[in-house]
């Protein structure tokens, strides 16, 4: 029997494919739930707080009991001067499967990333850009632990808060400023 030579690749390409793109597929568990919520405030950069986004989702992860990483970074494109670096946060957590997934305020869902080292972490999710670790937050206690809702006394889908009201002209506003997190150990 003459089997035809593009059919055969075709259907090696598509078994491989499938292979291939099914380890980007996200699991279906809660870590990917939070990660995907549409109500955490700077879900792509709308209304300018896409510095709120890394944060929430963080102390969302943990709450659910889950490891997670909240991973500052400084980036800049290769033809731009070191001076020109900007700061951003991305977040990394534990899924129930044992893989590492990254979400930033534009993914539209996880991207898996190898390893447990915080800068491959980042090359991964930023292949294109010049990324420079800055720190990294996690709770030690949540090692090994994936988010879970269950874990939660209150485990409902978190309702966007009320916009704030400004404080008055000339006075500090009562706004909570993210920590520096806890430093890197030198590799």
Do not use: C
């Not at 946060?89 to 534990?94: C, D, G, K, N, P």
């Not at 990294?136 to 090994?144: E, I, N, Q, S, W």
């Amino acid at each position: 029997m003459k089997v035809m030579r593009p059919t055969w690749m075709g259907m090696v390409l598509a078994v491989g494919g499938f292979f291939i793109f099914s380890s980007f597929a996200p699991a279906k568990d809660d870590g990917q739930m939070l990660a995907l919520s549409q109500d955490l405030p700077g879900k792509n950069n709308v209304g300018g707080k896409g510095s709120e986004f890394a944060p929430e989702l963080y102390n969302r992860l943990v709450k659910a009991g889950g490891e997670a990483h909240l991973v500052t970074f400084q980036w800049r494109r290769d033809f731009e001067k070191a001076e020109q670096a900007r700061t951003s946060t991305v977040v990394i957590f534990l899924d129930a499967e044992g893989r590492y997934w990254g979400m930033d305020m534009y993914s539209k869902q996880p991207v898996w990333v190898p390893g447990r080292d915080p800068q491959k972490w980042l090359d991964r999710l930023y292949p294109n850009l010049i990324t420079k670790l800055m720190t990294v937050r996690t709770d030690a206690k949540l090692a090994g632990k994936y988010a879970d809702l269950s874990r939660v006394a209150n485990a409902a889908p978190a309702v966007p808060a009320a916009p704030a009201t400004p404080a008055p002209v000339g006075q500090p506003s009562a706004r909570v400023v993210e920590s520096p997190g806890t430093p890197v150990a030198a590799q």
